[in-house]
């Protein structure tokens, strides 16, 4: 895959805003492309109304507010380095970052994807790279991913970043569903396609028993 850095330099975060029923939180801004994923609760974004495992994708300044029973959401931000993420003020809830990764973007034109991946109880993804980089976080179950010569265990709400190109293989939990949200930044022509690419071109052939869930897709100006 040909990758070229964008200028100025760029990274990937994901933030946990947790907001008291009716907190507001503006956030977002000139140099960030972002996508909100419901995890609990209810928000409006953007006068549309959002509830569990929903999700929107935009660019610039928004506010969030929460509903009647407050919200949980993860806040995944593509960011010029040097911007500040924000954060939500003490009376209306809190924001926990999880994760920051600086990223080298493909060249050309981009899209930003959000989407999530299932496997059933011992699951696995078949070792494989994809065609940009993204961060994950797990919703539900237990996932070990193997990568660059290690391995490790996520639980529910453990957060990872993937290169792309770094070939990754990740085995689900034994006695339980699995399933992780994920948002990756890939070249423009990607849009509506899948991504993966098998490095064993044996695997390519092989059952799959991972399902995919679209939320969000959309073409961004890093």
Same mark, same amino acid.
């Given at each position: 895959?040909?990758?070229?850095p964008h ?25 960030v ?20 495992d ?10 969030l507010?929460a509903?009647?029973?407050? @919200?949980? =959401? ?5 960011a010029r &380095? %040097?911007?500040t993420?924000? *954060? ?5 809830? !809190? ?22 991946v299932?496997?059933?109880p011992a ?6 790279t994809?065609?940009?980089p ?20 996520y ?25 992780? @949200?994920? =948002?990756m ?5 990607? &849009? %509506?396609?899948?991504s993966? *690419? ?5 695997? !390519? ?14 073409l961004?100006?890093?």
């Open positions: 895959m040909a990758v070229s200028a100025p330099a760029h990274e990937l975060r994901l933030i946990e805003d947790t907001l008291v029923a009716g907190g507001r939180l503006t956030f977002g801004g000139e140099a492309n972002w996508v909100i994923h419901v995890v609990h609760g209810s928000v409006t974004l953007n006068e549309q109304d959002y509830q569990d929903m999700a929107c994708l935009g660019q610039g300044v928004a506010t507010q509903g009647v029973a407050g @919200v949980t =959401v993860w806040r995944f931000e593509l &380095l %040097g911007v993420p924000v *954060r939500a003020d003490a009376e209306c809830g !809190r924001s926990r970052p999880k994760l920051t990764h600086l990223v080298t973007l493909p060249s050309g034109d981009l899209l930003m994807r959000n989407d999530s299932a496997f059933p699951g696995c993804a078949y070792r494989h994809h065609q940009g993204g961060v994950r976080c797990l919703i539900e179950g237990g996932i070990r991913i193997d990568t660059e010569g290690m391995s490790t265990s639980g529910p709400g453990g957060a990872w970043f993937e290169s792309g190109p770094e070939p990754v293989f990740a085995q689900a939990a034994a006695d339980r569903p699995s399933r992780f @949200v994920r =948002v930044v890939l070249p423009a022509e990607l &849009l %509506g396609k899948s993966i *690419r098998y490095v064993d071109p044996a695997d !390519r052939d092989k059952p799959k028993v991972q399902s995919y869930k679209s939320y969000a897709e959309g961004i100006t890093p």
